[in-house]
Structure formats: structure tokens, C-alpha cells
């Protein structure tokens, strides 16, 4: 089984905002960036993907995800990251009705393609599941079989927020790599311990980062 993935990325000036204590201004949104290069990458390289879809209204993201290989669809709803992932799911399936869609976060630089495709082959088995991140408290991707209603409720506690909407939660060890999100100084730290991609790498290493 093969699937398509939907990648929400907001404007960069905006995203990550909880690293400013860790990245300042002029450099979070280069990183911000890496980590969406480095995810799509990985994520095209995963054999269990058939291609990936970026929403996005940025127009650095859109053509560098777009040089990559994702395709790229515009933020058309504007309210949201739910919004943008139902649209952009929606979008996947008006072109190919019988897709295999999951919902991947634009923040995993760690990410292994090999991790990857042991989540979406666990992820086959049901109608709806979902990843915990590392934290144990958010979500990194949320599944939607063919025939499925994908319904994504990522935001504050999203696991359990996934779990009351009838997703099954995935219990996949040796995937850190697809759990590790990076939201914080420390979540970034983590991400390095695993070994993050090249973009990542050369953005971090603008930064003082300390064990």
C-alpha cells in the first residue's frame, strides 16, 4: 500500500515561534524551512509514499518543496491547520478518489524513511490512526485509509484528541525518528542526538546550542 502525504507548512516569518528562545528572528525562519526540506525529503524517499502534498501560501517554501518534488497547494481555506489539512486531503482525492492519505508534520529534520514506511504499513491495518509525538501529548501523523473520513483534530492535546475521534493510536517501537517534532530548544536538541538531514545541519549550526 502506497500513500499520499499532506504536509501543512504556515507562512515562515510565523512558524515556530516557541524556539525564540533558542532562534532569533533572522534565523528561525531558514530553520523553519530546513526542517520542511528535510521531512519532505525523507518522506520521498520512503517507499510505502506514493508523493507528497505541501499546503502552504509561502512562496520560499513553495518553490523550494516544489524543487524537491512535493506539490504544492495554496492555504485557500486560511483558518487553520486542521482546515488546511482537510483541504489539502481533499484536494488529493478530487485527483485520485481512491488515495491513502496521512497528515505529517512539516518539523520532523530527524525523520528516517525506513521509520517512516514501518508506521504507514502499521497504519494500513485500520480505517484511522495516528502517532504520538515524543512528548506523548501531540500528534506527527495522523492516517486515513481509502473510503476513510480523515478528520484531523491536531492542535493541544491532540492524541487525546485523536483518540476520542476514533483513530487508533499506533504502537510502533524503533520510530523515534517519526515521533521527534521540534517545538522547543530541547525538542531541536533531541532531533540532533538522532541525526537530522543536511538542510537542518547547516541551519543549526548558525546556532549556539547547548548540551
Not at 491532540?158 to 504502537?171: C, D, F, M, N, P
Not at 531541536?188 to 538531514?197: D, I, M, P, Q, T
Amino acid at each position: 500500500m502506497q500513500w499520499t502525504l499532506v504536509i501543512p507548512l504556515k507562512p515562515l516569518v510565523r512558524a515556530k515561534s516557541r524556539l525564540s528562545d533558542t532562534a532569533g528572528d533572522a534565523v528561525r525562519p531558514a530553520l523553519a524551512l530546513a526542517f520542511a526540506q528535510d521531512t519532505v525529503a525523507a518522506a520521498m524517499a520512503c517507499r510505502a509514499v506514493r508523493d507528497v502534498v505541501v499546503v502552504t501560501d509561502d512562496a520560499v517554501a513553495r518553490r523550494e518543496l516544489g524543487l524537491i518534488g512535493a506539490r504544492v497547494v495554496p492555504d485557500t481555506p486560511a483558518a487553520g491547520l486542521n482546515a488546511a489539512l482537510a483541504h489539502g486531503a481533499s484536494s488529493v482525492r478530487a485527483d485520485h478518489a481512491g488515495a491513502h492519505v496521512a497528515a505529517l508534520n512539516a518539523d520532523l529534520p530527524a525523520l528516517r524513511p525506513a521509520e517512516l514506511g514501518r508506521v504507514l504499513n502499521a497504519a494500513a491495518q485500520f480505517p484511522r490512526a495516528f502517532l504520538p509525538d515524543a512528548a506523548g501529548i501531540g500528534t506527527t501523523l495522523l492516517s486515513a485509509r481509502s473510503g476513510s473520513e480523515f478528520r484531523p483534530c491536531f492542535g493541544t492535546d491532540s492524541r487525546a484528541r485523536h483518540l476520542a475521534s476514533g483513530a487508533v493510536e499506533l504502537t510502533v517501537d524503533g520510530v523515534g525518528s517519526v515521533r521527534q517534532d521540534v517545538d522547543t530548544g530541547d525538542d531541536l536538541r533531541a532531533a540532533l542526538a538522532l541525526g537530522v538531514g543536511p538542510r537542518t545541519a547547516a541551519a543549526a549550526a548558525r546556532l549556539l546550542i547547548a548540551d
